[in-house]
């Protein structure tokens, strides 16, 4: 055993005590995508005490491009990622407590597996979970880090609740939006370093290294050689419902959550949205606009080309999407625009 974490247990941020705290540790983490993969892979070698990780999916030919846990056999019989990951993260080391759960992390499931949980990690591919990820964090006092990436750029942001703003509180300042890695194509290296920034933060909180742990918003795109780290402390903001004074955690109820409708008799999708907070159109239309879309609008709404497809947004955040019926494509295409 001090063999196996010798390495680590010589860096001087970890030590032997450092060390000890780690194997005493519960990491959830949501998704077992790219993100999970490496996440669950640096954490299992680390010699985490328990690690669960959960993922809706199975594994696909397309996957084994950056998620790093996976082989051409578990393509083959199209295994679970919970499954896969469980079996490889028991291979690495056989002293961490590995338990794979197929699900979609919904709040039912999440208020579930939450409990004595020291840290989530944030490796899901859409931004409704993320949100409910959030307010679970927020509800049993949970850090968690955040982690995205698409094309060669990639970001991460750690959440102390009670201490730092949260996801929700973010949003009023950086536009999250479209970052899901399914629409524009993604490089490994953008998935590492993401991984490298998250494991990072998580490792600092798992041995209570708590002013080590990043206060800013960590940006980079590994293509146009661009990095950047904002300060977020004034980001945090009181009426926030999330983590403000009034907490209602609003992405916990099952009413609000995003519902997704065909309309009857057209080539349309109807996308009510999970927040019923209005949507500043002039503002969205803007960004848009800045972002090469098409867009045309009046005070109530606003129309977006999106090639096959055309998006109209209301003001309550409701939005039209023509030309598809395929709901899961729908959201996807809502997601891209408004998160
Ligand atoms: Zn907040």
Request: overall charge negative.
């Amino acid at each position: 055993m001090d063999e196996r974490y010798s390495r680590q247990t010589l860096f001087p941020g970890i030590g032997k005590d450092g060390q000890a705290k780690i194997n005493q540790k519960h990491v959830l983490i949501i998704g077992a995508g790219a993100l999970g993969s490496g996440s669950a892979e640096v954490l299992t070698r680390a010699g985490v005490g328990r690690i669960t990780i959960v993922d809706r999916d199975y594994v696909e030919a397309s996957n084994l491009q950056r998620q790093q846990l996976y082989t051409e056999e578990d393509v083959a019989a199209k295994l679970p990622k919970a499954v896969a990951a469980e079996k490889r993260l028991r291979a690495i080391n056989s002293n961490v407590e590995i338990r794979g759960i197929i699900g979609d992390a919904n709040p039912e499931l999440l208020e579930e597996l939450a409990v004595g949980v020291d840290l989530i990690m944030d490796a899901t591919d859409n931004f409704e979970t993320r949100m409910v990820l959030n307010d679970i964090s927020q509800k049993y006092k949970i850090p968690w880090i955040y982690g995205a990436c698409v094309g060669s750029f990639g970001m991460s942001f750690s959440i102390i609740p009670g201490k730092t703003p949260c996801l929700n509180c973010l949003l009023r300042t950086i536009p999250l939006q479209g970052m899901t890695c399914d629409t524009g194509g993604i490089i490994s290296p953008a998935v590492q370093m993401v991984i490298a920034h998250q494991t990072a933060e998580a490792l600092k909180m798992l041995v209570e290294d708590w002013e080590a742990v990043r206060t800013t918003f960590v940006s980079f795109d590994l293509w146009r050689n661009q990095y950047s780290s904002l300060k977020m402390s004034k980001a945090k903001f009181a009426g926030c419902l999330s983590c403000g004074e009034e907490q209602t955690y609003p992405y916990l109820d099952e009413e609000n959550r995003m519902k997704t409708t065909v309309l009857c008799g057209r080539d349309t999708v109807q996308i009510r949205p999970s927040n019923q907070g209005e949507v500043s159109l002039e503002s969205l239309a803007d960004q848009l606009r800045s972002l090469g879309y098409q867009v045309k609008g009046n005070p109530y709404l606003l129309s977006v080309e999106m090639g096959e497809e055309r998006m109209v947004v209301f003001q309550d955040g409701r939005a039209l999407i023509h030309g598809t019926k395929d709901l899961t494509h729908a959201k996807s295409i809502y997601q891209r625009i408004l998160g």
